[in-house]
């Protein structure tokens, strides 16, 4: 099945403990993206990648660092997790996406920093 | 910043309505404009993608509609099913297609 998958799905962890959240996808796709949502902020993007070793910043990029080794993976890395990084985190992904292919999204993953 | 506005924040109607979700944004450069639906505590799902050069997708009982010169999209739902209700969200992806901007979304609720 062709999918977004993230890892893990929940997690709760404290204050300075570096973590980082996976992403991989199966459909080898060009484009992958990091979103975190929160509550009156909507979705907002934390980084992006236009293929294997091309990352961008977002608009919320503080705090986070991002790879892509290779096509399927791009895993979120907080250094120094803190408390305001308590989000749902989504990936997303698509083939090409300046070809009007569309958008692929994760199921979420809800990070509490204590 | 590029700017993305969804209103209403909230619309509630009687089962069968035909009904049009609003998004406004700034700046007509635009790659991408995709809807999304979000169901609570879970992902997003992708309805319609309309690239710049097109005016308008359909699906099923969706159909979507892009005015660059204006800044806005629609999205028209027809004849509403309970199982519609959701939040439904509007992006826009910029001219390099790679980065990307959410509106807040619009909570519809159909009522059977």
């Known amino acids: 099945e062709a999918q977004v998958t993230q890892n893990p799905r929940y997690l709760i962890t404290v204050t300075g403990k570096k973590l980082t959240v996976t992403c991989s996808q199966n459909m080898n796709h060009e484009y992958m993206s990091w979103y975190r949502q929160d509550p009156g902020l909507g979705l907002r993007q934390i980084y992006y990648?236009?293929?294997?070793?091309?990352?961008d910043k977002g608009d919320v990029p503080e705090g986070y660092k991002v790879s892509r080794k290779e096509k399927r993976n791009f895993p979120l890395i907080l250094e120094s997790p803190s408390p305001n990084q308590t989000s749902l985190y989504f990936c997303?992904?698509?083939?090409?996406?300046?070809?009007?292919?569309?958008?692929?999204f994760g199921s979420g993953t809800r990070l509490t920093v204590v | 910043k590029q700017e993305v506005t969804q209103i209403p924040a909230a619309l509630s109607v009687p089962e069968g309505e035909n009904l049009v979700l609003n998004c406004s944004f700034t700046d007509s450069a635009i790659y991408n404009l995709q809807w999304f639906r979000q169901d609570p505590g879970k992902g997003l799902t992708s309805l319609l993608l309309?690239?710049?050069?097109?005016r308008e997708q359909t699906s099923g009982r969706l159909n979507a509609s892009l005015d660059k010169s204006s800044g806005r999209s629609t999205l028209y739902i027809a004849a509403s099913q309970p199982g519609d209700s959701a939040t439904y969200l509007c992006a826009r992806w910029d001219t390099n297609a790679g980065k990307s901007t959410f509106g807040d979304g619009t909570t519809l609720t159909v009522k059977p």
């Open positions: 309309i690239q710049s050069s097109q």
């Open positions: 997303a992904s698509s083939l090409r996406p300046g070809q009007g292919y569309g958008y692929t």
């Open positions: 990648s236009m293929n294997v070793e091309v990352t």
